[in-house]
């Protein structure tokens, strides 16, 4: 997975995924990300992972327009992100996202929950998007609460259903901005179950995350995040056993204990 | 002893909790009499209930005078006089709508409780169809109905810039001009062109804008077809409705605007244009500052005083117009609020699943803000409901004024009648008010379902 570390030749281009250069950005006077360069290819899984207040969410929020870049350029599937409405559609279209939170509707049902966006976005008849849903909640194995509203399930449950949610709009790319954080210890196995199922069938991921163990299974390579910039980019086994930068050194003999 | 180690070898079963122990009645007594203070305070409730129930229901049932024909019938007796509501029954409900036309009025109320009733049952079936029906088609047959229709349309748009002297005087017989009707299709014509043309200078579906335009000017064809048709039913001017016809119209009006509006202002308000959110800032800052007695004077005396000679509205429609603005105003600070608690993760996920401005507002974020702020807006419209007697500033007799209207009968003036009269109104509003208030509660309970967990 070298390859994904150069810059793309025009050949190899519908083979990145994402592809971020230069990028800045700021919180009013705050400068949140420092010069980001990544290139993801398909169906490549990265774990991003750095201390809290890193940038990692912001990172992955650019990706789908939740935050805007002010310098530097950022392709999603071919699609440059601009200031253009419809640059950001595209982008969206294209990429999944799941929360800490879940941010589950909760005056919808799970069923409704999943329905909605194929439905209103993608112009899917009612059964189809129920076709579709069923289909996904039976991949995160609860299809029989899907009649259910979010607040009726546990907070493993609502994260699955989060997946299913966004996998129901046929995403390229998935992003997960630390799914775990929030779930008691005993449901944080359960939905990473799914996400390594969702990774062994080559789903493109970018994934904020401090479950090591859980980059060391299905990461492809492991960015490491500091003071918004990028410190250290390596596959995980390099990553895990032979940390370059000082910084990633203390970072791992902080939460690897 | 303590051990150090403990395994637990079976699980405690689940039992039901145990009964209460002492009766209701004995709790009953505790929580009434449990302190000096309590012991005191329930005394003074009990004193105030024993010396305000007595005399109001001596004064409404047991000393009221329940038949007669006039005055005299009534000052033998202390009570209320309700011969006097009979007799003026029909003047409280239509104020001077004529007799005969009575028919009218009654189709329209009979129309409302029809179309309403299923609306508000939740599990009644053709939500969509009975929606339309009462919003689109309830209010244009019943402006028919009740002023008679046969507006005389005279210049649409492009008549008011060229002269259709040829045939302007002309008519179908049935109460349509060919002057109005040709300039309504000329006028169609060149706003769906004009349209057509911004489309494509926007490159935006042309199609789609043709339809859109056509089916908008189609849809207010149909409605001033209906206001101009002549049906054969006599003309009653505004001015002689009255009564609670008149409460009933300027408050579902006022109801039924206030609360589209509302949200639209609100939703202004929180738009990222500053152009939209400081029109909206405005807006709602001007109509909330100002005293709906202000409103409904300005919109009645003065308002004229700036407008072109020729156009002229009715007191009725400007009251109404006043209100409904006025309630606009507030129903967006309600909502506003609503708005505000929604968290930022539930816009982030909608638009991470690509919905667009409006769909994550009406799909996802007003259904939640909406149901969070049901007491806010059935306290508006209970406010607004009682409010609507404040047209008697401006000389529209409102079931309010019609009651103080028919004190000034000297062929009922007794002692009681005043009293009788408000408690007459008291009744009504009442019942309408706490009718409101328990269906919001309903409504909040069967919505608040999904917030409860299991």
Not at chain 1, 74 to 97: C, K, Y
Not at chain 2, 45 to 63: E, M
Request: charged letters at 15%; proline letters at 5%.
């Amino acid at each position: 997975m070298n390859v994904a570390m150069s810059t793309p030749t025009p050949a190899e281009h519908t083979l990145v995924a994402v592809e971020m250069a230069g990028v800045h950005k700021w919180f009013g006077q705050f400068h949140v990300l420092k010069d980001i360069n990544l290139t993801v290819m398909r169906k490549e899984r990265i774990v991003i992972c750095g201390p809290s207040g890193s940038g990692k969410s912001t990172l992955i929020r650019c990706i789908n327009g939740l935050e805007q870049h002010q310098r530097g350029r950022i392709v999603v599937n071919g699609t440059e992100l601009t200031r253009d409405v419809r640059s950001l559609d595209a982008a969206r279209r294209d990429v999944g996202m799941v929360f800490q939170q879940f941010n589950l509707f909760p005056h919808l049902t799970v069923l409704e929950n999943c329905t909605l966006a194929p439905i209103w976005v993608r112009g899917l008849s009612k059964a189809e998007a129920e076709m579709r849903a069923m289909h996904y909640l039976e991949r995160v194995r609860i299809p029989e609460q899907s009649y259910k509203y979010p607040s009726q399930l546990s907070g493993g449950q609502q994260q699955r259903v989060a997946i299913a949610r966004a996998l129901c709009m046929n995403p390229k790319i998935m992003l997960f901005d630390e799914p775990t954080s929030a779930l008691d210890p005993e449901m944080i196995k359960e939905v990473l179950d799914v996400m390594i199922e969702l990774a062994q069938e080559g789903m493109t991921m970018l994934v904020v995350s401090h479950e090591m163990g859980f980059a060391r299974e299905v990461a492809d390579r492991v960015v490491f995040m500091d003071d918004g910039q990028i410190v250290e980019i390596n596959g995980p086994d390099e990553f895990f056993a032979r940390p370059r930068h000082e910084r990633t050194k203390l970072f791992l003999s902080q939460i690897l204990r | 002893m303590t051990t150090r180690t403990f395994v637990r070898t079976a699980f405690a079963p689940n039992e039901p909790p145990p009964l209460e122990a002492d009766s209701t009645a004995s709790r009953f007594a505790r929580s009434l009499f449990a302190t000096p203070a309590n012991f005191a305070l329930t005394v003074l409730s009990v004193g105030i209930v024993a010396l305000v129930l007595p005399p109001l229901i001596r004064f409404l049932f047991l000393d009221a005078t329940w038949s007669g024909t006039s005055r005299d019938d009534c000052l033998a007796n202390a009570g209320a006089c309700w011969p006097f509501v009979r007799a003026k029954f029909g003047q409280f409900i239509y104020g001077f709508y004529p007799a005969a036309e009575r028919w009218r009025p009654n189709l329209v109320l009979a129309f409302g409780a029809l179309l309403l009733a299923p609306l508000l049952i939740p599990a009644a079936p053709f939500k969509r169809t009975n929606a339309l029906l009462f919003f689109g088609v309830y209010p244009v047959v019943s402006f028919v109905l009740l002023t008679g229709g046969n507006l005389d349309l005279q210049k649409f748009l492009l008549g008011r810039f060229l002269q259709w002297t040829t045939v302007a005087g002309v008519g179908f017989g049935i109460g349509l001009r060919w002057a109005f009707w040709t300039d309504f299709l000329f006028s169609a014509v060149v706003i769906v062109a004009l349209v057509a043309a911004l489309a494509a200078l926007l490159r935006a579906s042309v199609f789609a804008a043709v339809t859109a335009a056509g089916m908008v000017l189609a849809g207010l064809g149909i409605i001033l077809l209906a206001v101009d048709l002549d049906f054969g039913l006599a003309p009653v001017e505004t001015r002689s409705w009255g009564g609670f016809l008149v409460t009933l119209i300027v408050a579902v009006t006022g109801i039924v605007v206030s609360l589209p509006l509302g949200v639209l202002l609100a939703l202004g308000r929180r738009s990222r244009m500053p152009a939209v959110r400081y029109a909206c800032i405005l807006f709602i800052e001007f109509w909330r500052g100002v005293p709906l007695i202000t409103v409904l004077f300005f919109a009645t005396y003065m308002l004229p005083l700036f407008l072109p000679r020729d156009v002229t509205f009715d007191t009725l429609l400007r009251a109404l117009i006043g209100v409904a603005l006025f309630a606009a105003a507030y129903m967006a600070e309600v909502v506003r609020g609503g708005l505000q608690s929604i968290s930022r993760g539930q816009h982030e996920a909608a638009a991470a699943l690509g919905l667009g401005y409006w769909r994550m507002m009406g799909l996802i974020i007003l259904p939640q803000a909406l149901t969070l702020v049901i007491p806010g807006i059935v306290n508006n419209f209970i406010g607004l409901f009682k409010d609507t007697t404040l047209v008697l500033i401006v000389a529209i007799f409102d079931l309010l004024g019609q009651i103080r209207a028919s004190f000034a009968d000297p062929n009922w003036a007794t002692p009681v009648t005043l009293y009788t009269g408000f408690a007459f109104a008291g009744v009504i509003y009442f019942v309408f008010c706490f009718g409101m208030s328990r269906y919001a509660l309903y409504i909040e309970r069967r919505t608040a379902a999904y917030g409860r967990g299991s």
